[in-house]
């Protein structure tokens, strides 16, 4: 005797929209079913720990998924506890959760496709996903302590029968009659698409998802067997110590698509009071291909209980960890919990926090016990880690510990620390550094002659972003960051009388140079060179100079300062022609070229190069009369 109902008013509403508003997104209907037969097999499992005879001769915990291809149906079914006829009803014709009329009211509201599948995702709406790829869905059902079974069937428009029914064995049985009109990618009868869906989103289901598998023999005989197609046991939710380096590697190159070694595998289960979760995080020995390209999207896999939720969940990791890898499965959340939701959970930012305290501890220990090996990690995913750094300058305590740099000490790349600690008195508090493209370029400044021979350790800038970061940190441990080229920094302190003495000179050089220059002064950084520019201006250096003149639009100039060495015999002759006839026209042209050969060995362009190649001429000419 079969019943006819109606299903709840909000039920049809939501049965409404889903049928007629979702388009893509529609296979997480297996997931879905899957993941409801996982928790009936679970409950089963319960009951029988206490009492192993309720199991009789259906030992086996399983999920069977068959294909009927003659009718155009999908059967997905478990030896789960079942449902009795009451809850039947209560389970598949009423939607049980709070605020389903607010949900629904905005449901209603949505515009878009994308929202209106955000939203189901936010409330979670499980079974009747079903009713997206089927025109009719049939439940067959028997509790597992009871005598008869029940069959419930509905085309999700309104209502629905429900009969008592003998079904032999324990468990239910969903049976999704497909739509005709699904889209060729939409083939849930293929065996190779249910595998494909199963391992994406059911992979660590713990229990084994069986179907039959068509083979076909090198005799080209088509075979038939049975298929787990799930792995079943998470990696992940395995102790550490059952697992092996070799099952670490290949389980990260399997689900990352690395063929390299990971760098560091970084492995922990968090029990604390307010969340539990367990986090399985690779730290790649190599940067993708794609890394600078839109094709990679950072952040961490989701799972709740071994069900996957969502790929790449950024808010996992900070921005100068975006190359971490990895999953977290946490059963604080559920399963559909959309983007929005999951963005703004606090859950979400204690994970993040605990990750990334242990992924910097790694680091560290990387650092202090295989230096070599961390070298080489950073100059693959140092620029990463600076650009990351840059944006979030908050951050700077936990980050800068890790940071390298190149160094006029050592061949090997040096932290801050260490270079603190070995800082001489004389130099003050200040962190000097200098800036080129590579040590070479660095080491050939005009500048690095007295600090060399002063023995001060100067780190050296090399890539483009180290010069702005450096800017932003502003400090170590209370000690500033200052560049070699700063115009402050002084050597000597009795300067200033040879300045005072070289006045009128100094000026007049300055009035030849009109506004290319700021200033024209003396300087004690100089040995070989008669003259360096350095950069007037506090915030924009040299440096920065030519790398913002890369981004066309912002033609950026800082004010400059020429410098000249007392000392150096140029100088002296200067002093000679200023002596001889202040209004020297030969004066000028010695400042132009001191000036135009300063910026070259800057690395800067010299605006009127014709007119300096014809000075040097003249002074080859003149030279050999
Ligand atoms: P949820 O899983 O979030 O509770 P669903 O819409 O997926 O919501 O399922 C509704 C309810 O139907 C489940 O809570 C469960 O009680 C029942 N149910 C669905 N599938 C099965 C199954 N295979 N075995 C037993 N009960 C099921
Ligand atoms: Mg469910």
Redesign the pocket.
Known sequence: MSEVKEFQAETKQLLNLMINSIYTHRDIFLR?VI???S??LDKMRLISLKDPTVLGEDKELEIRIDVDEVNNRLIIE?N????SYD?VIE??GTIAKSGTKAFLEKLEEAETENAVISLIGQF?????STFMVSEKVTVE?RKWNEEKGVRWESDGSGTYTIEEYDKKDR??R?ILKLKKDLDENENYLDQYKIQALVKKYSNYIKYPIKMKWEEETEEGIIKITDKILNSMVPLWSKNKEEITIQEYYQFYKDNFYDWNDPFEVIHFKAEGTSIQFTALLYIPSKIPFVFYTKEYKKGLKLYSRNVFIMDNCEELVPDYFSFVRGLVDSPDFSLNISREILQKSKQLEIIKKNIEKKIIDALKSKLENERQKYQEFWKEFGPVMKAGLYQNIHEKSKIQDLLLFESSVSQDMITLKEYVQRMKAEQGNYILYAVGKDRKTIESLPQMEAFREKDFEILYLTDEIDEFLIKLLHDYEGKEFKSISSSDVKLDKNFKKKEKESKNLLNKIKEHLNDKVKEVRLTDKLKEFPACIVSADEVISLNMEKTLKNFEQIPFKTEKILELNPNHEIFHILENIYQNNPESEELKEYAELLYNQSLLIEGLEIEEIDKFVKLINKLMIEAKK
């Open positions: 879905e993941s409801n037969a928790d009936a478990d789960g506890v079942g449902m809850e389970n598949l979670g709406v499980g079974f009747y059902t468990g239910t969903v």
